[in-house]
């Protein structure tokens, strides 16, 4: 596959677009433009602890299956992001208050937003240990064990947006524990990729974590777990190299991720036996193809045309798909206010602003992730939102090779 330059010598596309509205976006929702107040407050500040209630959700589940022997409780995990975030987002609805600029340098200067994400770390391993030593002690049935390891599983997914968050900022303690928290579903080539190559690559074909217009996600699923890691490898054994070391050096930052896995399976096979290691295989499947279904909404059959050089445009609000609802964004870091994170990729999650002309997801992710499992239920809710996108113009969408002419033939081209 075809690998783009390291963004360390091509920047384009990790820098604030060329746009006014990203460097002094006007606050919306009656939000106050006016610094002489001296500080504004946040309103959603205390909301934002209630991120820390996702890794706490296997203990839940487990005190509520004890307490009634219901197998189904032991798949909390993917009830609460299919059903319960679904169902919340809809009741509450959408915020689109966005702080005023004059206020970013004191909301990341307040360490309690950074202790929202430290935080999760101890919880989710305490939940994987935790995890591992009912699989260990108690005689589970294959449908309960299943359950068990997607609520397990879904805590190491949900944490890869915490590792997604800390791994964007420049302080070396957050980079580290961005890779600590990766561990736990042995996806720590992500740190490499995701920064060095997705940012770089975005809505465009090259990029494997960018899904294309009648793809299905299953499709999908190999397409960028496999490109992701060979793209990875490929970003760091070209920064060794460049720094004069070999690719299996001690510094290889994505050996090091991987050593991190190791050592934490090993030891919990080894405290525990190891008959927990299929169970670890499985929430850790479980974990990263939550990240995956994601990065599939994220983008889907969204496209950066080439300017006159041949290189692609800058990354605008319009190549990410967002979404304002307040609930999921509250447990994912406004991970959904994906437009402004692309644009501005070192800004804090309490930072970031939603944008007009982003496109709007008609859910949060959770309603999203549902629609993605069932491929004609997604093509039937966005493949028409993306052809108004681009005014019926196929050929500015980022689209499935094998399905361009099925999709032409239904839905035209602009004359």
């Not at 309690?112 to 009912?134: A, K, M, S």
């Not at 496999?226 to 050096?249: F, M, T």
């Not at 991720?257 to 295989?281: C, D, H, I, Q, Y």
Request: proline content about 6%.
């Amino acid at each position: 596959m075809t690998v783009a330059p390291d963004p360390q010598e091509d920047p384009v596309s990790l820098t604030p677009a060329a746009d006014p509205t990203l460097d002094d976006s006007a606050p919306r929702d009656g939000a106050d433009d006016s610094a002489e107040h001296g500080r504004w407050r946040d309103r959603k500040k205390a909301l934002w602890l209630l991120g820390l209630v996702v890794p706490v959700l296997p203990f839940g589940a487990w005190e509520l299956y004890q307490a009634s022997g219901f197998g189904l409780l032991l798949w909390m995990g993917p009830l609460w992001i299919l059903a319960v975030i679904p169902l919340l987002d809809l009741l509450i609805g959408v915020n689109t208050l966005n702080p005023p600029e004059w206020a970013t340098a004191q909301l990341e200067a307040d360490r309690f937003y950074r202790w929202c994400t430290f935080l999760f770390l101890p919880l989710q391993v305490t939940g994987l240990v935790f995890g591992v030593w009912v699989v260990a002690r108690h005689h589970l049935n294959l449908f309960e064990l299943l359950g068990w390891a997607s609520t397990v599983g879904s805590v190491g997914g949900i944490g890869i947006a915490n590792a997604h968050e800390l791994g964007h900022k420049r302080e070396h303690l957050e980079r580290w524990l961005s890779r600590i928290v990766l561990a736990q579903t042995a996806y720590g080539h992500f740190y490499v990729e995701h920064n060095r190559g997705h940012h770089s690559r975005v809505a465009t074909p090259e990029d494997p974590a960018t899904s294309r217009l009648g793809q299905s996600f299953w499709a999908f699923l190999p397409r960028t777990v496999i490109g992701g890691i060979r793209s990875g490898w490929s970003l760091e054994a070209s920064r060794l190299r460049r720094e004069g070391h070999r690719p299996l050096d001690g510094r290889n930052r994505i050996l090091q991720a991987w050593a991190m896995t190791l050592l934490l399976f090993g030891g919990l096979v080894a405290a525990f036996g190891v008959r927990v290691l299929p169970f670890l295989a499985v929430q850790a499947v479980f974990g990263f193809s939550l990240l995956e279904v994601v990065n599939y909404v994220e983008h889907y059959g969204l496209l950066r045309q080439k300017v006159a050089n041949g290189r692609y445009e800058r990354c605008r609000p319009e190549h990410s798909w967002n979404s304002d609802h307040l609930a999921s964004n509250v447990f994912l870091y406004n991970l959904e206010r994906h437009s402004d994170h692309h644009a501005n990729p070192t800004r804090r999650f309490q930072t970031l602003r939603t944008f007009e002309e982003a496109p709007q997801l008609p859910s949060g992710y959770g309603g999203m992730i549902l629609l993605a499992y069932i491929p004609p239920l997604w093509r039937r809710v966005m493949d028409p939102r993306v052809v108004a996108l681009y005014d019926g113009d196929l050929s500015r969408a980022n689209i499935q090779p094998r399905k361009r002419a099925q999709l032409e033939r239904r839905y035209g081209r602009a004359v």
